[in-house]
């Protein structure tokens, strides 16, 4: 008895940890701009009455918990709801409650196994919702895990590979290298390269069928790749899509390149497009800057479009004012002009509320625009 007190190191008196019981709490922790969060783990200790005759099985639930710390599943996400009043260019004003308007709401599971040597298998699966119905998707008909679908491995010293559905490289450049993250209702980058029609980038923001590479940080430095399978030896002009990335990162200084070739259809053809984006940040403590340009060539149209973005981050007592303007010059259609200002406000680490108001400017019509008040929850 005294032998195995030492090994688990018992007091008198008491159970070790492990053998009494392990209750876990996710805590999602992330920056603002970020698609995606990843919660973090606290264990609450209790303790309980040692017996002689526990000590056998406090043993084996000891080793359970440690077989168990080695894997582990997630659930998280990430609820936004909003009143405002939203008007297209040329169109008119409709008022009401809206999901999504700053981040779209979501929520997803995902899992590691340690298979030990540095190397880790992992999935993730994420749905879309839109809360104010509660209906699943971004829209009707879109796929259940639309926003993430996917499974790999993992090494500490050679990168990951995934294969499923993968967020894109583009998505992931344009959001970050924004004052606005990922909004669709608000952000003028994201609309300008994902909603503006003719001028935009084709292929949606993830990618399916995909296989997709990132590399661990090298001093700073990260490289990605990915590619999308045609999967169909029928459809006429249907082909496959690939991309390259490369991105820094370091306390203040912040840039990425990053360039897709899309070719592949989805349900319903879609025009080929050729995208190159650099994005860039600093951080200047009193406030952030953000500058993005890119191109996007349509090699179905001939097509081709400028789009420009510059944008700060001012913090300011338990949140921050961000800023954004934007600007998408299309050789073949109408230019836009996008200006958005917003207040975010922390209540806690994981709760936020916002106010933010959009100019929506298109040659040759009626300007749009639009304004928010609403809240962003994650758990």
């Known amino acids: ?178 004052a606005l993250g990922d909004s669709f209702g608000y952000s003028p980058s994201i609309r300008h390269y994902f909603t503006s029609g003719a001028g935009s980038a084709t292929g949606d923001t993830g990618w399916n069928d995909s296989i997709a590479y990132s590399s661990p940080s090298l001093s700073g430095f990260r490289f990605g790749a990915a590619v999308a399978a045609k999967e169909s030896a029928t459809a006429v002009g249907n082909g496959g899509n690939w991309s390259v990335g490369l991105s820094y990162f370091s306390k203040t200084l912040a840039a990425s390149l990053v360039h897709q070739d899309v070719k592949k259809d989805g349900a319903a053809p879609v025009n080929d497009t050729q995208t190159t984006q650099l994005g860039v940040s600093y951080d200047f403590g009193v406030a952030k800057a953000f500058f993005q340009y890119g191109e996007v060539e349509n090699t179905t149209t001939t097509n081709k479009t400028d789009i420009l973005g510059v944008g700060v981050r001012l913090p300011l007592g338990a949140g921050a004012v961000v800023a954004q303007y934007g600007t998408l010059d299309p050789s073949q259609a109408l230019e836009r002009k996008t200006l958005s200002l917003g207040y975010l406000h922390n209540l806690s680490r994981r709760t936020e509320l916002y106010g933010v108001v959009m100019s929506d400017k298109l040659e040759g019509l009626s300007s749009g625009g639009g304004y928010s008040l609403g809240i962003r929850h994650r758990f």
């Open 1 to 178: 008895m005294a032998l195995l007190m030492h090994v688990f190191k018992v007091r008198p008196g008491w159970a070790p940890v492990g053998a009494c019981q392990a209750i876990a709490s996710l805590v999602p922790t992330a920056d603002l701009n970020l698609p995606f969060y990843q919660p973090r783990q606290k264990v609450f200790i209790m303790r309980i009455a040692l017996r002689p005759n526990l000590l056998a099985g406090a043993a084996l639930a000891l080793m359970a918990v440690t077989a168990q710390a080695q894997s582990s599943v997630q659930l998280y996400g990430l609820v936004d709801l909003s009143v405002g009043s939203t008007k297209v260019p040329g169109g008119s004003s409709i008022t009401g409650v809206d999901s999504g308007k700053m981040t779209t709401s979501y929520y997803g599971f995902s899992g590691t196994e340690d298979l030990g040597g540095g190397l880790s298998a992992q999935f993730r699966l994420e749905a879309f919702l839109r809360a104010d119905t509660g209906d699943a998707g971004r829209f009707p008909g879109d796929a259940y895990f639309a926003r993430t679908s996917s499974v790999g491995l993992s090494h500490k010293s050679f990168g990951a590979v995934n294969l499923g559905r993968n967020t894109t490289q583009l998505f992931v450049s344009t959001l970050i290298f924004n």
